[in-house]
């Protein structure tokens, strides 16, 4: 397919990094980037001409899906399906997948290792989302990283997730999950764990267009990043509360050498280290 083609075909088409818009739109892959077509401009012809091109130029090589939940997300339903609990959405990106990986077998070991599952299906080669509804006990992020691992073993792959909250299947929900699907989107690259959830996230995301559009911001963060051990000094104590010895641990440097890295910062930027505020302002520069 030729994307300028297209273009004239269809005025709106855009070409993207991103998989997913704020808008519904119709998407496929197209050079390692990902061709979005508003659905407000398309027909339901329309729509299912261009699904057949797209089945036709990109055979799926993971297992197709007539998911109610799927079809949901996508656009194609109106209403959730219909459940009794509440629900969330699991995302995963598997890395180091190869042309051994059995996508079926997968989907599968997800439903049998994950509690209340109502759904499991990939959107991609490599990005699985799992439908959990919310009638047993809510496991940590520590437990689900541990069923996780237990699946890397037995594929020997490794998963980055995004682990969604709770919600109400109700007119709101299509809206919510896109977002939650958009956060992980932009925020992938730039992840400090494994394993994450919105409170791991937010304060990035929700603060960041403000923090780019800020002259105070950009003149502090470059202040910064002068010193290239200062960058490597915040994130140790913010994962870590602030508890500068356990952060000195971690840096593998002596409790007084990192309290004398923590006075030079203060010297030079006027922010204190040992305050929370403080820490958290230098954390939202350098992240």
């Known amino acids: 397919m030729d994307f300028s083609k297209l273009k004239k075909i269809y005025p709106e088409a855009t070409l993207n990094k991103k998989p997913f818009l704020n808008e519904e739109t119709f998407r496929m892959s197209y050079k390692n980037q990902w061709i979005h077509i508003p659905k407000h401009v398309l027909t339901e012809k329309e729509i299912t001409i261009l699904?057949?091109?797209?089945?036709?130029?990109?055979?799926?090589?993971?297992?197709?899906?007539?998911?109610?939940?799927?079809?949901?997300?996508?656009?194609?339903?109106?209403?959730?399906?219909?459940?009794?609990?509440?629900?969330?959405?699991?995302?995963?990106?598997?890395?180091?997948?190869?042309?051994?990986?059995?996508?079926?077998?997968?989907?599968?070991?997800i439903a049998q290792i994950f509690e209340s599952v109502l759904d499991v299906f990939?959107?991609?080669?490599?990005?699985?989302?799992?439908?959990?509804?919310?009638n047993t006990k809510a496991l940590t992020q520590t437990e689900l990283y541990g069923m996780l691992k237990t699946l890397e073993d037995d594929f020997s792959i490794r998963t980055n997730a995004y682990i969604g909250q709770f919600w109400q299947p109700d007119s709101a929900l299509k809206a919510i999950l896109r977002e939650e699907r958009q956060i992980f989107q932009e925020e992938y690259d730039h992840l400090d764990y494994r394993i994450n959830s919105l409170s791991d996230v937010a304060l990035k995301y929700f603060t960041k267009e403000a923090l780019?559009?800020?002259?105070?911001?950009?003149?502090?963060?470059?202040?910064?990043?002068?010193?290239?051990?200062?960058k490597e000094l915040i994130f140790a104590l913010w994962e870590n509360q602030g508890n500068i010895s356990v952060a000195a641990k971690q840096l593998f440097v002596h409790r007084n050498t990192l309290q004398y890295r923590i006075d030079r910062f203060y010297e030079s930027t006027g922010l204190s280290l040992k305050d929370m505020n403080d820490l958290l302002l230098s954390y939202l520069l350098v992240s």
């Not at 194609?76 to 190869?98: A, F, G, H, M």
């Not at 990939?122 to 919310?134: A, E, L, M």
């Not at 780019?212 to 200062?230: F, R, T, Y």
């Open 212 to 230: 780019a559009q800020s002259m105070i911001i950009d003149a502090m963060k470059e202040k910064i990043l002068e010193q290239p051990d200062w």
């Open 51 to 109: 699904d057949l091109l797209k089945k036709e130029a990109q055979p799926d090589t993971f297992p197709s899906t007539q998911s109610k939940w799927f079809q949901f997300l996508e656009g194609s339903l109106e209403y959730p399906p219909q459940t009794e609990s509440t629900i969330r959405l699991i995302q995963l990106v598997l890395e180091k997948i190869d042309n051994q990986f059995d996508h079926a077998i997968w989907i599968d070991s």
């Open 122 to 134: 990939f959107i991609s080669q490599d990005t699985c989302y799992i439908i959990q509804g919310h």
